[in-house]
C-alpha cells in the first residue's frame, strides 16, 4: 500500500477504493492531511483499516480519525457501523479498555483565585483518586456489589449519593446501558474490578486540574458554561482491569466460534461472530456491563475529587458541576440513516469520540499539551457522528522510555509552572509528550473537516497520574 492507492477527496479525507483489495466491502477512510497520511505509512493502521472494511456487514465506509495508530484488530481511531441482521461484533473494534473516555468538571472559579491553592489541591487529589472506595485505603467490593454496578452504572452510585441527578443528565447514555448483563462477565473479570472503583490506573490516564485559554465559540461556550481563565477538571479513565479481562475472554470465544458462522478474516486479531449469534450476544451484553462499570469510576472519581475540593477551599466553596462524560472505546446501538431509512447499527468506535449534534465532545491532550472542548455538527453524519478521542500516539512506550526519562518530562512541565503528581517516573517516561502526535493539528483537522467543531482550548495547571 502506498499514497498512489488513495483518493483524495479533499485536504482533510482521503478514500482507499473498495477494489484495492478483492475482499473489502466497502471503501476505506482516513480524515487524515497530506502530511498525516505519509506518516500513517510508519505502522499499520492503514493495512487495519483496510481489513475492517472486509468485516461482513460493515456500512457505507470503515473509517479512521486523524489520531489513528496502530491497535488490537481495528487502528486506534477507528470507526465502522455493523448491520444488526448480517454484521458481526469484534471485542477488537473496541479495544481492551472498554469505555476508557472522558469526564470533565468545571468550576466558578478563574486561575487567579486558586492560584495560591493549586500545590495544595493537586496533593489532596492525588491522596483521594487512587485510593478506591475508603477514606485513603481500597476496600473489596463484594461480587454481589460490583454486579449491580456492571448492571447500574452510573446510577448505582447516584443512588448510594456518590454524585448529583445532574451528573447522569451530562453523560452518555444517563452513565447506563440497559443491555448489561453481569452473568455474562467472568468471575475473574469481576474480581480484578473489586478493588478499582475510584481509581484512575496508569498508561495515559491521567487527571488534571486545567484553566480555559482560549474561546472559539462564544455561543457554545456560555451553552456550556465555560469562560475565559476558568478553573476545570479533566478525567481520563475506564474499565480498568475488568473491562481488559472481558475483553480477553470473549477475544478467546470469538475467535474458536468464527469457523462455525463460516468468517474467515484477513487478521485473526480481528475476531467477530454475527451480532444477532449467540457469542456476539453475550460478548454485547458484557461489553455493556464493562462500560457500565467505566461510567461508574470515573462518577467515583468525580466524587473524590469534589471531595479533594471541598477539604482545600472549604465546604461553602462554589462546587464542580460535570460538562459532559463520553466514551471513545464502545460499540452501541444507534439509529441512523442509510439510504433513506433509519437503520439500528452496531457502531464501533475505537479510540474516537461520540459527537451527535450539539453534544459536548472532550478531546485530551498528551501530559503537559493543550486539550480541547468541541461540539458536534450535523456535518459530521458521514462519520456516524464520530470524532478523534486526542492526540494519538506515534511513539511506543518503551521507544520513549528509551529516549526520555520521566524525571525530565517531569523537570520540563515544572519549567512551564505545570504542577505534577506521580507515583512512578517510568509511567511518566511512557506518556512523554515526545510519544504523541501534536493535539493541536489533529484538533483542526476534525474541526476542518467538520466532524466537530471547536469551543474552547485548554491548558494544563497540575497533572496527577494513576497508580
Not at 460490583?146 to 443528565?169: F, N, S, T
Not at 493543550?370 to 470524532?387: H, N, P
Request: aromatic share 6%.
Amino acid at each position: 500500500m502506498n499514497k498512489k492507492d488513495f483518493r483524495k477527496i479533499n485536504d482533510y479525507l482521503w478514500e482507499i477504493p473498495k477494489s484495492f483489495r478483492q475482499d473489502m466491502r466497502v471503501p476505506a477512510r482516513a480524515y487524515i492531511t497530506d502530511e498525516m497520511l505519509e506518516d500513517a505509512f510508519k505502522d499499520k493502521s492503514l493495512e487495519q483499516l483496510v481489513n475492517v472494511a472486509a468485516l461482513p456487514g460493515v456500512v457505507n465506509y470503515s473509517m479512521a480519525m486523524p489520531d489513528m495508530h496502530e491497535g488490537y484488530g481495528f487502528p486506534i481511531g477507528g470507526v465502522a457501523a455493523m448491520r444488526i441482521t448480517d454484521g458481526v461484533i469484534s471485542p477488537g473494534g473496541v479495544g481492551y479498555d472498554i469505555n476508557c473516555g472522558m469526564k470533565l468538571l468545571k468550576s466558578d472559579y478563574s486561575e487567579k483565585d486558586l492560584r495560591l491553592h493549586l500545590d495544595k489541591l493537586a496533593g489532596e487529589i492525588q491522596k483521594e483518586v487512587p485510593s478506591g472506595l475508603g477514606r485513603g485505603r481500597k476496600i473489596k467490593l463484594s461480587v454481589a456489589e460490583i454486579d449491580k454496578i456492571l448492571e447500574g452504572g452510573a446510577q448505582r452510585l447516584i443512588e448510594q449519593g456518590y454524585g448529583e441527578k445532574e451528573d447522569l443528565e451530562n453523560c452518555e447514555s444517563n452513565g447506563r446501558l440497559h443491555q448489561a448483563d453481569a452473568s455474562l462477565v467472568s468471575d475473574n473479570a469481576k474480581n480484578r474490578g473489586r478493588d478499582q472503583v475510584g481509581t484512575l490506573g496508569s498508561g495515559n490516564h491521567f487527571l488534571e486540574v486545567q484553566k480555559v485559554e482560549e474561546i472559539f465559540d462564544e455561543k457554545t461556550a456560555q451553552v456550556f458554561g465555560l469562560f475565559k481563565d476558568q478553573v476545570v477538571v479533566m478525567i481520563h479513565t475506564g474499565s480498568r482491569g475488568l473491562g481488559h479481562q472481558i475483553a480477553t475472554d470473549y477475544i478467546r470465544i470469538m475467535m474458536q466460534a468464527m469457523p462455525k458462522y463460516g468468517i474467515s478474516l484477513p487478521d485473526r486479531e480481528l475476531a467477530a461472530c454475527p451480532i444477532n449469534s449467540p457469542e456476539g450476544k453475550r460478548y454485547f451484553g458484557a461489553m455493556c456491563a464493562g462500560a457500565n462499570y467505566a461510567w461508574a469510576n470515573r462518577q467515583m472519581i468525580a466524587h473524590f475529587v469534589r471531595r479533594a475540593w471541598e477539604s482545600v477551599l472549604g465546604e461553602n466553596c462554589c462546587r464542580l458541576t460535570a460538562l459532559y462524560d463520553v466514551a471513545h472505546n464502545i460499540a452501541k446501538i444507534e439509529k441512523h440513516k442509510v439510504d433513506d431509512k433509519i437503520l439500528d447499527l452496531c457502531l464501533h468506535r475505537k479510540g474516537a469520540t461520540r459527537a451527535f449534534p450539539g453534544q459536548p465532545v472532550i478531546i485530551p491532550g498528551s501530559m503537559g499539551t493543550a486539550s480541547y472542548i468541541l461540539v458536534g455538527q450535523e456535518s459530521g453524519k458521514d462519520a456516524w457522528y464520530s470524532t478523534c478521542h486526542g492526540a494519538g500516539r506515534m511513539m511506543s512506550r518503551h521507544e520513549a522510555m528509551r529516549r526520555v526519562s520521566g524525571q525530565e518530562v517531569v523537570k520540563e512541565l515544572e519549567q512551564k509552572g505545570i504542577i505534577v503528581k506521580c507515583w512512578s517516573y517510568r509511567g511518566i517516561a511512557e506518556e512523554a509528550p515526545i510519544a504523541y502526535k501534536d493535539i493541536n493539528n489533529v484538533v483542526e483537522v476534525v474541526h476542518n473537516a467538520g466532524l466537530s467543531k471547536k469551543v474552547a482550548k485548554l491548558i494544563p495547571l497540575a497533572v496527577i497520574k494513576g497508580e
